[in-house]
């Protein structure tokens, strides 16, 4: 026989919690930023000494400080939502491609070979078609091979695109020393080449992040290959037993995803830079991934989580050179983790609830609990029982 | 003599989110050597109860007493140092163990780990109950009951004096039950408490000394089975008195609508899954399927949808050969499959999306233009909701959301609106209470007077010989028998489901499962068949 017995309750149990409404979970993504924030200007302090407020300004300073500051961050914001609406409808489909950087960089590589070989020799408006069309079809070989696949003999998507990044890598290497000039290492930039500017040099990559985020909205929540690509995510069997060719799906929706990384790479290439490097998508391909998922695929919300993120980085990396005087990038890049951890794990609170020993009848039952707590016979009221009804059939 | 009581839970109660009561001021019984029927509509919160006794959940208010002292279950770890034993419904067992090995796992009593020891404890217990099991075979190699004897195994070797079996039956064939019930009455005889759930009123009278019923949560009383019918259950149970009849609708039959023959088709590992099937499916006939769970049930329906390529055999609609057809060409024809797997979200329904989503999943193509028409997939929505009495929140809310019943009805629903002529049905009540049932088989006995061929495949036999004409059993893919429900028995199905009967054998006659009044002649089925031979020579 046992000799203890437990009479203790635990002192709090982990229960799921009804869905919140769209407010509520706001909230708690937006205290969750707020924490973070906080507890990071803590932790400089711990390392650095540094006055945790003075981190704060430094976030904005480097975002808002002056006129070019606030352009880069636009720059990057739209690129950043750029890819990330290139992933989410592969990620809608539970197709993680993880191959984003690579097929920016073949973009890109496809936008500078046409200008090496093509800057001076022919009209500059059909070198212009040229480094448009080329960019695309070449970040849409890259996501597509591994699409086929996927398709044909089910092999992991994940590993396979991941793979495609370092070959795209390897590529630019190759042609960084066949192509270059004085042999530094790095290719040299060919400015006179890059698409023309309309208004400012940023305008253009601003105007093409707008319109494929309204494309993308529509796609994904209103057009019938929006559905497809939503079902085959859900469920194959079903979207099978539907009559879906979900091979075709699969091929279709990872071609866009390469098509609108392909465009990334030529800004990249075409308006930014005027050169490719290897890392080129400054990591935007990973990068957007978090964007992706705190947006949960929805397209508007992206605008929010990639603006969100490239402020927070780009704030952090000034703060840490200019007020910190740090080289490297160690301090923001362990900021940056700091803040996307903590708002991962309010997921955490958005799903599930903590009930402590004291506070478990309050839920939405007091009323109930209090009533039940005065009657030791356990038989319900009317009331009671109207109010069960409505429970139990939900 | 007093009876000793093993288990008592006082005034138990617990909320699910969402304002929902799984349970409320439920209080049980239990006494040292008795069985006790835990009866209830699905939804009544019979395994949330359970689960709360064996440590999963926690229960928001009340108190639990075992052999008259209070405790407090935390785990399921505490539960069986109460000597409380759960075997659920859904197995749990690692494959490529042997039994004795599954049965051991977890079992931490400080001694080294010695299987030699553990086999020869299991053939211990079994002998003593009279179960049937080899302790050194593996998992994968076992039959539904064979797993079923090692759950039960596994909590008598941890020591458990309460067991609570929930819903052991479903899954089993009658002779297959009958032995659990001779082995469960011998436990009882040895001291043990058992707690069993079950949906079917006739074990629960033949099995149980008292059955405790609870109704939306909430405890209605306890009975003594031998002063109790099932007349009076039912009516505990539902709240009303309800007709337990099943109507079998009279109809007039048309010609065969869906004609198969020698059909082969081959499971995913690819063993064979049916075996040379011949039967015919007339307009306005109920056309059972009876076979133990993994009979080839399932493989049979993915090919009628076209879902799943045939080894060989011709299945005609109307005449007009369906194997090779797209699965959009096949419902277009009129041929509705729905099959509603275990976890009863699987085929057919996508559980994330809307109502409304789910109603559009076969009709979202039609209309013209690049964007998909919800607004007239809400509109009928809502009218199925309407007319089959569906509890939602509203049009938008994900399917995965509603309750089990709710589910299959919008399955269900969505379905017949589409107009079929042939609806292929697997296990369309599978786990629901007796009311959302009955509406199911309204719906089905409505279709078949409006000269609709139905294949309903089926786990309640009862049910079956009840609401279908004929029905076919299987048994490891292989018709046993084509019988007429009205002169049948539930005995002689269940030898067939398990084999012991084969009707084929003894009629021998070549015709069976063949229609008279075929939509082809026999040379029209011949030169199909030679068509299908070219087409399956040049696919090689």
Not at chain 1, 220 to 249: C, D, M, P, Q, W
Not at chain 2, 320 to 342: A, D, R, T, Y
Request: aromatic fraction near 8%; charged fraction near 25%; proline fraction near 3%.
């Amino acid at each position: 026989m046992t000799n203890e017995k437990t009479i203790r309750e635990p002192l709090f149990h982990i229960s799921k919690r009804a869905p919140l409404s769209k407010g509520q979970v706001a909230l708690i993504y937006l205290s969750a930023v707020v924490i973070a924030l906080i507890l990071s200007g803590f932790v400089c302090t711990l390392l650095f000494g540094a006055n945790p407020f003075a981190a704060l300004v430094g976030i904005f300073e480097g975002n808002f400080g002056t006129d070019s500051r606030i352009w880069w961050l636009l720059r990057d914001a739209s690129l950043l939502l750029l890819v990330s609406l290139a992933l989410a409808p592969a990620f809608r489909m539970k197709f993680w491609n993880l191959g984003g950087n690579g097929q920016i960089i073949m973009g890109a590589l496809a936008c500078y070979a046409c200008m090496h070989y093509a800057y001076g020799q022919i009209p500059n408006v059909i070198m212009y078609i040229l480094m448009i069309t080329t960019s695309v079809g070449v970040g849409i070989l890259w996501a597509i091979i591994p699409a086929v696949f996927k398709a044909k003999w089910n092999t992991n998507e994940t590993l396979f695109t991941l793979m495609m990044n370092y070959i795209a890598m390897g590529l630019v290497n190759y042609a960084t020393s066949k192509w270059s000039l004085q042999q530094t290492g790095k290719l040299e930039p060919i400015n006179g080449a890059k698409l023309p500017e309309i208004g400012n040099k940023y305008i253009l990559i601003i105007l093409i992040a707008v319109a494929v985020t309204v494309f993308m909205f529509f796609y994904l929540k209103k057009s019938k290959h929006g559905f497809e690509v939503a079902l085959v995510g859900e469920s194959v069997n079903t979207a099978r037993y539907v009559g879906i060719n979900v091979k075709k799906t699969v091929i279709r929706t990872v071609l866009l995803s390469g098509a609108i990384c392909g465009i990334v790479g030529l800004l990249f290439c075409g308006v930014v830079d005027g050169n490719v490097y290897e890392d080129t998508p400054q990591n935007m391909g990973f990068t957007a991934i978090m964007a992706v998922w705190f947006a949960q695929c929805n397209p508007l919300i992206m605008i929010i989580s990639s603006f969100g993120i490239i402020f927070l980085s780009r704030g952090i990396n000034h703060y840490q050179k200019n007020v910190l005087k740090l080289t490297n990038s160690a301090v923001s890049d362990m900021i940056v983790g700091f803040v996307y951890f903590i708002i991962l794990c309010c997921e955490f609170f958005v799903v599930y609830k903590l009930q402590t020993r004291r506070n478990k009848r309050n839920f939405g039952f007091k009323d109930i609990s209090e009533q039940i707590a005065g009657k030791g016979d356990g038989k319900p009221t009317a009331v009671e029982k109207e109010e069960r009804n409505e429970g139990g059939n939900k | 003599m007093k009876k000793q009581i093993a288990l008592e839970l006082k005034n138990i109660c617990k909320y699910f989110p969402g304002k929902v009561i799984a349970n409320k001021n439920v209080n049980l019984t239990l006494y040292k050597g008795e069985i006790l029927s835990l009866l209830g509509e699905n939804g009544s919160g019979k395994t949330t109860l359970m689960n709360m006794i064996s440590g999963i959940y926690f229960p928001d208010e009340g108190k639990i007493f075992i052999d008259g002292e209070e405790v407090v279950i935390r785990s399921p770890k505490d539960a069986f140092k109460y000597k409380i034993g759960m075997i659920h419904q859904h197995f749990k067992l690692v494959d490529i163990f042997s039994a004795a090995e599954n049965i051991v796992l977890g079992v931490n009593d400080g001694s080294r780990y010695n299987i030699k020891k553990v086999n020869s404890r299991v053939r211990e217990i079994a002998e003593r109950y009279g179960f049937d099991i080899d302790p050194k075979k593996k998992i994968y190699n076992m039959s539904v009951s064979e797993k079923q004897t090692v759950e039960i195994i596994k909590v008598l070797y941890r020591g458990a004096d309460i067991l609570i079996l929930d819903e052991p039956t479903a899954v089993l064939t009658p002779q297959e039950i009958e032995k659990l019930f001779v082995i469960l009455r011998k436990m009882k005889a040895d001291g043990k408490s058992i707690i069993i759930i079950t949906h079917k009123l006739n074990e629960v009278m033949e099995i149980s000394d008292r059955v405790s019923i609870l109704r939306k949560g909430e405890y209605i009383g306890t009975v003594e089975t031998a002063e109790t019918n099932p007349k009076e259950l039912t009516e505990m149970m539902v709240g009303k008195k309800t007709d337990l009849k099943i109507e079998r609708v009279k109809t007039d039959f048309d010609r065969p609508l869906l004609e198969i023959r020698d059909l082969v088709i081959n499971k995913d590992d690819g063993s064979l899954a049916i075996d040379n099937a011949s039967f015919y499916i007339r307009g306005g006939e109920i056309l059972g399927v009876a076979g133990i769970a993994g009979c080839g049930q399932k493989e049979l329906c993915e090919a009628i949808a076209g879902l799943r390529p045939i080894k060989s055999g011709l299945i005609m609609h109307k005449g007009e050969n369906l194997i090779g057809l797209p699965p959009k060409v096949i419902i277009e024809k009129g041929v509705s499959m729905s099959f509603i797997p275990e976890d009863r979200l699987g085929m057919g329904l996508a559980p994330s999306f809307s109502i409304t989503d789910n109603m559009m999943l076969k009709t979202y193509s039609e209309g013209r233009g690049p964007f998909v028409d919800r607004k007239s997939a809400r509109a009928r929505a809502n009218a199925l909701i309407e007319k089959l009495d569906i509890v939602t929140p509203s049009s938008e809310t994900p399917v995965r959301r509603l309750s089990g019943g709710n589910v299959q009805k919008v399955l269900v629903g969505r379905e017949i609106e589409s107009a079929p002529n042939v609806i292929i049905t697997a296990y369309p009540v599978r786990g629901l209470d007796i009311n959302s049932s009955y509406v199911i088989y309204d719906i089905l006995n409505e279709q078949k007077k409006k000269g609709t061929g139905i294949l309903f495949i089926g786990e309640d036999l009862d049910v079956m010989l009840a609401l279908c004409d004929k029905i076919i059993v299987i048994c490891h893919g292989k018709i046993m028998g084509i019988v007429h429900a009205e002169k049948t028995t539930k005995e002689e199905l269940g030898l067939m489901m398990t084999g012991s009967l084969d009707l084929t054998e003894e009629k021998k006659d070549k015709n069976y499962g063949i229609a008279k009044d075929s939509n082809l002649t026999e040379e029209e089925w011949k030169a199909e068949e030679e068509k299908q031979a070219e087409k399956e020579n040049e696919d090689d």
